[in-house]
């Protein structure tokens, strides 16, 4: 895929004027988002992403606009285990309703910053390193399996990461909220406020989820250009899918399990790819291994998409029938 300078360029504006849209028509003034505006919002985020797909299939064809939609489908599913996290911390740290916009922002603009060094990082692993391909398909297969634990795990508790605590500990902070302001002037010291302490925390609590999900996409795509634009474009509608599903994500009881065959799929298919270009000298004697299928970016969009939808179809046909349960026995 040959990417020219000004691809970056374009969607580096794009995303930032994208940031500016959100921070100017909806984050400066303060308030909190109806249902409908939220709804409007993710659904037009949503058309954006996939039309920035077209937009890979008229200059670099379809093959890259499949892996781009793969790619972008497989991190909005793992972001909304983001939301989980984002909607633990908001709650601890008690953000007001009406700046919790301002908070996922801020955090979302350091989640890219994060991502992107992860990419960059990764993408210079892959290029010089093809056994790499070894150990992301056995962590993800590792991660998926936890996922599955997760599943099982009802401590839901938020514990602030090092680098939140390092903040606390250095900065001094107010009591509380100043409204939206990130820095106080008080008797000629600078305060920092615990909304710049709950944008951190969001930051970076989502570098664990770059950890898992950067291995993923690149088990689907090899091209730093689309793995980035597929993680751009799934983190700039998370702040409206926050306020949109909220109260949903609850009912989503199967989540955790729809992700952790999405993982151990492409992890499975990483291990494969790296088989088949195997250059470990006790492997095959260092040879490639000859007659390894492989899916298909086709077969592994389809794969993605049906088990994103069966697991939302059967968590919410299950929650459902509980809360019908649940009302006859109280009746």
Excluded: C
């Excluded at 374009?10 to 959100?22: E, F, K, R, S």
């Excluded at 000859?290 to 299950?318: C, F, K, N």
Aim: hydrophobic residues 55%; neutral net charge; glycine residues 8%.
């Amino acid at each position: 895929m040959d990417v020219h300078i000004s691809a970056w360029i374009g969607l580096t504006v794009l995303v930032v004027a994208l940031l500016a849209i959100d921070f100017i028509g909806h984050v400066k003034a303060a308030h909190e988002p109806t249902l409908k505006e939220a709804a409007r919002w993710s659904a037009a985020y949503v058309a954006l992403a996939v039309a920035y797909g077209f937009g890979v299939w008229w200059l670099w064809g379809l093959n890259y606009a499949s892996e781009y939609w793969a790619g972008w489908v497989t991190e909005w599913s793992l972001s909304l285990d983001n939301l989980f996290v984002f909607i633990i911390i908001i709650g601890a740290f008690r953000v007001p309703r009406a700046y919790q916009q301002e908070v996922l922002l801020g955090g979302i603009i350091l989640a890219l910053v994060f991502r992107f060094a992860f990419i960059m990082i990764g993408a210079t692993l892959v290029n010089r390193f093809a056994w790499i391909f070894y150990i992301f398909g056995a962590f993800l297969i590792y991660t998926a399996i936890s996922q599955v634990r997760q599943s099982e795990d009802e401590d839901d508790s938020y514990q602030e990461n090092r680098l939140t605590r390092v903040v606390r500990r250095v900065f001094p902070m107010t009591d509380g909220f100043v409204g939206g302001r990130l820095l106080v002037r008080h008797r000629g010291k600078t305060f920092i406020t615990p909304m710049l302490v709950v944008m951190v925390a969001l930051g970076s609590a989502d570098i664990m989820f770059a950890v898992d999900s950067i291995p993923a996409i690149f088990g689907l795509t090899r091209e730093p250009f689309i793995v980035f634009s597929a993680t751009a474009f799934s983190l700039l509608g998370l702040r409206q899918l926050y306020f949109l599903i909220d109260g949903l994500l609850e009912k989503l009881i199967f989540l955790n399990y729809g992700l952790a065959l999405i993982l151990g799929f492409i992890g499975i298919k990483l291990i494969l790819h790296a088989i088949a270009e195997n250059n470990l000298p006790f492997i095959n004697g260092g040879r490639h291994v000859e007659g390894i299928w492989e899916p298909s970016i086709g077969v592994s969009l389809a794969y993605i998409l049906v088990v994103l939808m069966g697991t939302t179809v059967v968590s919410l046909a299950v929650s459902r029938r509980r809360e019908r349960l649940g009302g006859a026995d109280a009746a």
